[in-house]
């Protein structure tokens, strides 16, 4: 079992829906919570990043932490074409020097 | 402006032919990663440099080596590049290393082996 699941899709949906991005992990030792977006054929960026379990809002974005079901999300609302890109979760241990990151889903938001 | 800065961004190489790749910083950072990542699949942790120390993980293979020469660049060796190293690969920069540092990722240089 890998440590971080995350379907890996293709997701494709029409520009203005809500989007729903998931994570499962197993080890309950997880305490920091990433979410990273990556273009084609560039270098992920950070996006959103919580602390343990609840909500972060960020703009259109918003980043929830359920760790006890050990089950992460990321929300976009008024999805816009230039959400298209790959968006992976990333997550680490405390004390721990490396992050684990999921595989990646990849998003298209069509006009 | 550009903080982790890879070049080249393409690289072409010849099956067993060493290659180098590069990464500079402008932020300071203590730490210089690079991950290997492969179409559709998650970043792959090579190694870190934390200041000069290095620390590699128990399943890198031999044929990638690093260098850090000083703070603000780090390079990656492939001595004998196969068919399978072909992959994105990615630099990273943290302040610190930990659970609360965030990672700034540099664009990627993509390598073909042919």
């Known amino acids: 079992q890998k440590e971080v699941e995350q379907d890996p899709g293709p997701l494709s949906v029409p520009e203005g829906a809500i989007v729903s991005l998931n994570c499962t992990y197993s080890?309950?030792?997880?305490?920091?919570f990433m979410w990273y977006r990556q273009y084609s054929r560039k270098g992920p960026e950070l996006l959103m990043y919580?602390?343990?379990?609840g909500n972060k809002e960020d703009g259109r974005f918003t980043a929830q932490v359920d760790k006890s079901s050990k089950y992460i999300s990321l929300f976009i609302r008024d999805s816009q074409p230039s959400d298209s890109a790959t968006y992976l979760c990333?997550?680490?241990?405390?004390?721990?020097?490396?992050?684990?990151f999921g595989q990646g889903t990849r998003l298209t938001i069509n006009p | 402006d550009a903080m982790v800065i890879q070049n080249p961004r393409y690289q072409v190489t010849q099956f067993g032919k060493p290659v180098t790749l590069s990464c500079s910083q402008t932020l300071n950072h203590n730490v210089m990663y690079w991950y290997q990542q492969k179409s559709s699949q998650a970043p792959k942790l090579l190694f870190h440099?934390?200041?000069?120390?290095?620390?590699n993980e128990a399943d890198t293979p031999d044929n990638f080596q690093s260098r850090r020469p000083n703070t603000s660049f780090c390079f990656l060796d492939i001595r004998s590049p196969g068919l399978g190293d072909a992959a994105m690969y990615l630099c990273?920069?943290?302040?610190?290393?930990?659970?609360?540092?965030?990672?700034?990722f540099g664009s990627g240089t993509q390598l073909s082996v042919l």
């Open positions: 080890n309950s030792a997880f305490q920091y």
């Open positions: 440099y934390y200041d000069k120390d290095f620390n």
């Open positions: 990333a997550l680490i241990i405390q004390g721990a020097q490396k992050l684990v």
């Open positions: 990273a920069t943290s302040r610190d290393v930990g659970a609360g540092e965030k990672l700034f």
């Open positions: 919580t602390y343990s379990s």
